[in-house]
């Protein structure tokens, strides 16, 4: 097993190595490293992945239940262990975030991962495993839709087929309307971030992902104005806002007022954190906790380009390091 001071010789790794992408017949595992899910709310993805031409392995953690969490942390981090550790697994798809993965990130050795590493998927809570990846270990991720996202209704949408894209090496192309609010420029550099609370919640520990130089992804859902104002403080203040090349601002949804308003919006809000710095900001990008969410590969190059026209988010093959 890797200890922490052996990991640490990852941190200052420049390039970060990519999982292979997949083939026809590769096995996907969904497991549950956080909140409780039912075998009916991952049925669709399971169904979906099939049609695409993958096998799927449902953990052990799929139904499992222990108050509010998908099986206590051992039950949790031994399944997910288990497909860390299985060099059959090509792609691990989480079946929910909520909370739940920095009680065991901690207890889970990547000494077979690193050997051979896979594409983690998920969001929200999943933002842990995602920043300890690419600041740990060195090693690119994808921030996308989960199991519950995969109804019927949008297995052919193309939010979900941008998962699909991203685990078969299909290069990223997004234009997206213009926004108000948004910061023109052009910016590139590897993505990093995901969910603002988590983000807030790893700073000072060892999975805090160093942002600078770095797009910086921003997303939320059922946080306080003030609150969403005081996790952007914490980024700040820490200085992981300081270096960054471009803000990404996707979702923020179910926000909360005080019986007093605030007196911001989201978009004022951000805007305001980011006033010294002379970046490009997009907002809009349709990525997170609304029924519309776009994968976006993290520890991977990326373009961004806001203008007026909208925005624009690429990726290039020719700047992919594949792992073998």
């Not at 096995?27 to 993805?45: D, K, L, Q």
């Not at 939010?159 to 948004?182: E, R, W």
Request: net charge negative; glycine share 10%; proline share 4%.
């Amino acid at each position: 097993m890797l200890v922490l001071s052996e990991l640490y010789y990852f941190r200052s790794m420049q390039a970060l190595k990519n999982p292979d992408f997949l083939k026809p017949g590769d096995t996907i595992g969904i497991t549950c490293p956080a909140g409780y899910v039912s075998f009916e709310r991952i049925s669709n993805s399971v169904q979906v992945l099939q049609e695409w031409g993958f096998q799927v392995r449902v953990g052990k953690t799929v139904g499992l239940g222990t108050n509010y969490f998908a099986g206590s942390d051992t039950e949790r981090s031994e399944d997910l262990q288990e497909m860390l550790d299985d060099p059959s697994i090509k792609a691990i798809l989480m079946g929910r975030g909520g909370y739940g993965c920095s009680r065991i990130i901690d207890q889970l050795d990547f000494s077979n991962f690193l050997k051979q590493p896979k594409w983690i998927c998920g969001f929200s809570d999943i933002t842990v495993l995602h920043s300890h990846l690419q600041q740990v270990l060195g090693v690119s991720s994808l921030h996308s839709p989960m199991c519950a996202a995969f109804s019927p209704d949008s297995a052919a949408s193309a939010h979900i087929l941008s998962l699909k894209n991203a685990l078969t090496g299909v290069s990223m192309n997004y234009q997206f309307q213009a926004h108000a609010g948004n910061r023109m420029g052009t910016a590139s550099g590897i993505a990093c971030g995901g969910n603002l609370a988590i983000l807030a919640h790893l700073t000072g520990s060892v999975s805090q992902v160093d942002t600078n130089g770095k797009i910086l992804l921003i997303e939320d859902i059922g946080e306080h104005l003030y609150n969403i104002d005081r996790l952007l403080l914490n980024l700040r203040r820490s200085g992981q806002l300081s270096g960054i090349k471009a803000l990404i601002v996707g979702d923020f949804t179910d926000n909360q007022d005080t019986d007093r308003p605030f007196g911001q919006t989201v978009e004022e809000i951000v805007l305001d954190k980011v006033r010294d710095y002379d970046i490009p900001v997009a907002f809009g990008f349709p990525c997170g906790h609304d029924s519309v969410n776009y994968t976006l590969p993290l520890g991977i190059p990326i373009t961004l380009e806001v203008s007026s026209s909208g925005i624009h988010i690429s990726t290039s093959p020719k700047e992919i390091v594949f792992s073998r």
